[in-house]
């Protein structure tokens, strides 16, 4: 037991009774029971530090301003509003997305239907790129063709390029690195 | 005074206990009466608890506010409604430790906030007292403020939960998230220094005197 000469409990063992009285040992307590100055000592620690408590709390002010808190109902119904509002939001991305992908799959993989023509419909589709080809070469009439010149087209290119040589007609006139021109010089 | 100020220092009745488990369980399902039936039981301890360690009323009224909207918003997450004082004190006990730390902040800057201006100028002020009211209560919090100094960090918050927010051995290691072990040696460490302060035990004497 760890007690001073006169058997009487130690400072530490005053100190663990009030502490927790459980942790201290048997003979202690015992002790505690039977010595009123032990008891004395004890129990004026604990008055001070009681008293210590109660005087902290009688000298705290006292709270004005009440505890206000979030409105629960509103919370509720915001909660739930933004609950729905957020589920449909995704839902519809949901949606969409699933109708892009479908759509895609659907119509991209399947193989393209076979289109049956008739004999007819082939010969008219000829007759119309034969015209729309004689449109692209000479978009205008004959007649307009005539006034304007361009049914001689074939003559004038020929009779151009005598006149003005085309640029390829250069090189092969080019010598050692310097044309006719600036042999002169 | 609110219920909570009219409670026995020592000890809550198993009915008490029980009358508790049952409003944490109807708050958690969402009765907001029953929150706030807890609120009214509560605050005063909370308010106190903020204010020993604030010593600033307007700080310790933000402080509950904060701590009590922080309990409704997650009461419903408290698995054992048992602990609910614990849980509060532990909420509690954070946000002072937040308050310190922005002052301590502040403080690099060299910016003297609203709540130190009134610790100062009324420590534990009510409207009603006096001056000679006034000068006792600020020697009384100025004896306090001299012991706490002489205590670690640790010492001091196992001290003030244990005698000044009256708080079990197991409720304080559940608020600090500590061995029950650790909890009673530091308890240990800081009554022998508060055994050792004559000041603080002449001032209790004169009280009692």
Redesign the interface.
């Known amino acids: 037991m760890n007690s001073d000469k006169n058997n009487h409990l130690g400072e530490e063992l005053i100190l663990r009774f009030l502490i927790d009285e459980d942790d201290v040992p048997e003979a202690a307590r015992q002790h505690l029971a039977i010595c009123p100055l032990c008891r004395g000592e004890k129990e004026k620690l604990e008055q001070d530090l009681l008293r210590f408590g109660r005087i902290a709390k009688q000298y705290s002010p006292v709270p004005k301003r009440r505890i206000s808190l979030p409105e629960r109902s509103r919370r509720n119904t915001v909660g739930w509003f933004w609950n729905w509002q957020a589920a449909s939001g995704m839902g519809a991305i949901a949606a969409i997305i699933l109708v892009v992908i479908s759509w895609n799959t659907l119509f991209r993989a399947q193989p393209e239907f076979p289109v049956i023509a008739t004999n007819q419909e082939l010969i008219a589709a000829e007759e119309f790129m034969t015209e729309v080809d004689l449109l692209v070469n000479n978009a205008l009439p004959a007649v307009y063709l005539d006034i304007s010149g361009e049914s001689y087209l074939e003559v004038d290119e020929e009779f151009i390029d005598y006149i003005v040589p085309a640029a390829y007609e250069d090189v092969s006139r080019y010598e050692g690195g310097k044309t006719e021109g600036e042999k002169l010089c | ?2 219920q909570q ?1 009219q409670r026995p ?1 020592k000890g809550r009745t198993r009915d008490t206990l029980s009358h508790m488990k049952s409003l944490v369980e109807r708050a958690g399902g ?1 009765e ?1 009466e029953a ?2 039936q807890l ?1 009214d039981m509560f ?2 301890d909370i ?2 608890m903020v ?2 360690r604030t010593r600033s ?1 307007m700080d ?2 933000d402080i ?2 904060d701590v ?2 922080q309990a ?2 997650n009461i419903s997450r408290l698995n054992s409604p048992e602990q609910f004082r614990s849980w509060l004190f532990s909420i509690a006990v954070n946000r002072v430790r937040d308050f310190h730390r922005k002052n301590k902040f502040r403080g690099l800057f060299g910016l003297y906030t609203e709540g130190e201006e009134e610790r100062e100028s009324s420590a ?3 409207d009603d007292d006096d001056a000679l009211d006034t000068m ?2 600020k020697d ?2 100025k004896q ?1 403020e001299g012991l706490l100094d002489k205590l670690s960090k640790m010492e001091r918050e196992v001290f003030m939960l244990r ?2 927010d ?1 708080l079990g ?1 197991k409720e304080i290691a559940g608020v600090l998230k500590k061995q029950e072990s650790t909890v ?1 040696t530091h ?2 460490r800081a ?2 220094k ?2 050792r302060e004559p000041s ?2 002449q001032l ?1 004497r004169e ?2 005197g």
């Open positions: 005074m609110t100020d220092h969402g907001g929150f706030d609120v605050q005063g308010f106190r204010y020993y009323q310790a009224e509950t506010q009590f909207v409704y918003k534990g002020r009510n006792t209560k009384f919090w306090v005698f000044m009256d051995i009673k308890l240990y009554l022998e508060f055994r603080m035990r209790l009280e009692r």
